[in-house]
């Protein structure tokens, strides 16, 4: 049982908050109640504002540039930035993390809040406090092993360390396990139930709903940037349709669009087709990343590539698009029955294929770009006129892709990193749809963004095979797979263990064809 933390009412209280940007109010009349020692959970679609709400409660949306109040253990709170929310124990961990990877645990647990004498660090207590943090996040790395030596699911539990070096009673946790496997988003799941127990109220901002119902006691909804209810999630009815018709105003009937199964036209070769395909490791060239791999997706089918972490599936995506990873060792890339060569993006793109990076923020998009130049960026002979970009017809096709995307954007002219990730998503998918490709290869195509945004994608990928286009779909999420794919290939440890069509495919069969060690011929 959870302790209590010395207050008889709520713990943290948000009345009527509004938040306005140039031409968007990213809240209108928001409010928000957590009790002391619970898990309450935020969840909303892309752009609801869950993130804003959280900047605003710890200050890095500073007091006076929004209206409403703040009450934390009955206080009003006027916070100037985030170090003043942090003195009184609100701690917020971004999505985005904020470690510095070349220095060291301990050095990262107390940057800024070092244990010095004299203006001297005390590293004998750094290292003995940082120990006993570490532990109690279940970590047992020595704290001074450095952050670029651990894995993603060991930062994100240095990062909650690091908040409790700071005496935190109240943690926010912005999509926690978003870049994180099952197994890791398990582990952190774990401690959030521990610190729980301890006493610790925690708000996570979440779009996993299994996860939500794991570990939280209540969910807020917000949608377009108010707040819509909040509900017991132990209560019956609290299920997760009862959530996602909160989120999107709107019951779902069906988590993915509906689509006639695929009939291959008879005689007709491949789309794409890829034979024999090996890559070694960048570094270590005695390493196979994709060993003798063989594949196809014909012309109007959506094909899946489901895998464990580190079974090979970017790797195989990258390096056939352009040889984007590793060191080529073998294989033949054919296009409609011909070989082809792919030994650059340019080749790649040349050829009518194109790749939807699984990393939108580093390798899909450049940020801090419009909207419309983003688009064009794949053909831009479409929009230029004797080697010259003409604007206005880049805007115009834009502005199309907005429309037709139900990109959440004031205009084509607004830079992409102000977007949420699912409309960032969007205009990834636009840019490569405007370069008329014939194959697409979508790594991830969904990854942290909301269920209303999902079933838009899913649609754009479902109409894009429709008019007989090739798809591969690269998605650690197997009911993704499940739901949208004609024919599922399952990859381990580089190599192809499996092939499963549509009306054979479950969640178990995939997994333990994504588990095997050796290659079994479909």
Not at 35 to 51: F, L, Q, T, W, Y
Not at 454 to 472: H, N, S
């Amino acid at each position: 049982m959870a302790e209590s933390t010395g207050t008889a009412g709520p713990v943290l209280e948000m009345r009527s908050i509004v938040k306005t940007f140039p031409g968007v109010k990213a809240l209108s009349d928001v409010t928000l109640t957590v009790r002391p020692g619970e898990v309450h959970a935020i969840c909303g679609e892309n752009g609801a504002g869950k993130s804003t709400l959280m900047k605003v409660l710890s200050g890095v949306h500073p007091y006076g540039s929004y209206e409403g109040e703040v009450l934390f253990e009955g206080e009003e709170c006027r916070f100037k930035d985030i170090r003043a929310s942090e003195r009184q124990g609100i701690v917020i961990i971004h999505q985005e993390l904020a470690l510095v990877p070349y220095l060291s645990l301990a050095e990262n647990l107390f940057l800024g809040n070092e244990h010095a004498r004299r203006g001297l660090i005390d590293w004998t207590e750094t290292l003995r406090h940082a120990t006993k943090l570490l532990r109690r996040v279940g970590l047992d790395e020595h704290p001074e092993t450095r952050v670029a030596d651990i894995g993603v699911g060991k930062q994100q539990l240095v990062e909650i360390a690091k908040a409790l070096a700071k005496s935190v009673r109240l943690l926010i946790l912005d999509e926690p396990t978003a870049a994180l496997n099952d197994e890791d988003s398990g582990k952190l799941l774990d401690i959030i139930l521990e610190l729980k127990a301890q006493g610790i109220t925690c708000i996570v901002i979440s779009h996993k709903l299994n996860e939500i119902r794991r570990v939280a006691d209540s969910v807020t909804v917000l949608r377009d940037g108010r707040s819509v209810e909040t509900l017991d999630v132990r209560a019956p009815g609290t299920t997760e349709e009862r959530i996602i018709a909160g989120m999107v105003g709107r019951d779902l009937d069906h988590r993915f669009p509906e689509r006639p199964p695929h009939r291959a036209e008879p005689g007709a070769a491949p789309a794409l087709e890829v034979r024999g395909w090996t890559v070694r490791h960048p570094i270590d060239r005695q390493r196979k990343v994709v060993d003798d791999v063989s594949i196809e997706v014909r012309r109007g089918e959506i094909v899946g590539i489901a895998g464990l972490m580190g079974a090979g599936r970017t790797e195989l995506a990258m390096s056939v698009f352009g040889r984007s990873y590793g060191r080529y060792a073998g294989g033949t890339v054919l296009k409609d029955g011909r070989e082809i060569r792919t030994r650059t993006v340019a080749e790649a793109v040349g050829h009518g294929i194109a790749y939807v990076t699984e990393d939108r923020k580093h390798y899909g998009l450049n940020l801090i770009d419009t909207v419309h130049r983003n688009v064009s960026l794949t053909a831009l002979g479409k929009v230029a006129r004797r080697g010259i970009v003409d604007e206005h017809a880049e805007r115009r096709a834009a502005e199309g892709f907005r429309t037709a995307m139900n990109i959440k954007a004031p205009t084509v002219l607004e830079p992409v990193g102000r977007l949420s990730g699912g409309n960032q998503q969007k205009v990834v998918l636009s840019k490569w749809i405007f370069a008329d490709p014939d194959v697409l290869i979508l790594d991830e195509p969904t990854r942290g963004i909301d269920v209303g945004a999902k079933y838009e994608i899913y649609t754009v990928i479902g109409r894009l095979a429709a008019e007989g286009r090739a798809v591969v779909f690269i998605s650690s999420e197997l009911p993704e797979l499940l739901g949208m794919c004609d024919r599922i290939y399952t990859m381990a440890a580089g190599r192809l263990t499996g092939e499963v069509p549509r009306a054979g495919a479950t969640q178990e069969a995939l997994m333990r064809l994504m588990t095997r060690d050796e290659e079994v011929t479909p």
